[in-house]
């Protein structure tokens, strides 16, 4: 009697993404927990390694603005500038206060 395989066994991989896919969430979980560790064991040079590469993004937009003509003009510049604040201040403040309100009725809850 010939032995059948049995393709609906839900343990089975169905296919050979699925231990690709396996093998890339076993990594990034690995990845995340050295990070952890670093962060925790390393907080210094942790922050001296963030503090660095804001500065390099930084340097390349400062390079990128100083080739785009249209950000040369100083009142432009303003103006864009002026907006991207107040829109992220607008976006920065409103989660601020939706996470402040959750922190407040949990609080309430539990006092009930």
């Known amino acids: 009697m010939e032995k059948k395989e049995n393709h609906n066994d839900p343990l089975q991989p169905q296919d ?4 690709i ?6 990594l990034l979980a690995k990845e995340q927990f050295y990070m952890d560790r670093f962060k925790f064991h390393h907080k210094i040079i ?7 590469g804001i500065n ?3 340097y390349g937009i400062w390079e990128i603005i100083s080739i ?6 100083p009142i432009v ?3 864009i500038g002026s907006t991207i ?5 607008y976006f920065y403040e409103n ?3 939706a996470d402040f309100d959750k922190r407040k009725y949990k609080k309430r809850i539990k006092e009930e």
């Open 85 to 89: 604040l107040i829109v992220t201040g």
């Open 68 to 73: 785009t003509p249209f950000i040369k003009n």
């Open 21 to 26: 896919k396996e093998r890339i969430n076993y």
């Open 95 to 97: 989660m601020i206060s």
């Open 77 to 79: 510049a303003t103006i």
């Open 16 to 19: 050979g993404m699925s231990k």
């Open 56 to 58: 390099l993004v930084w």
């Open 46 to 52: 942790f922050a001296f390694t963030v503090f660095f």
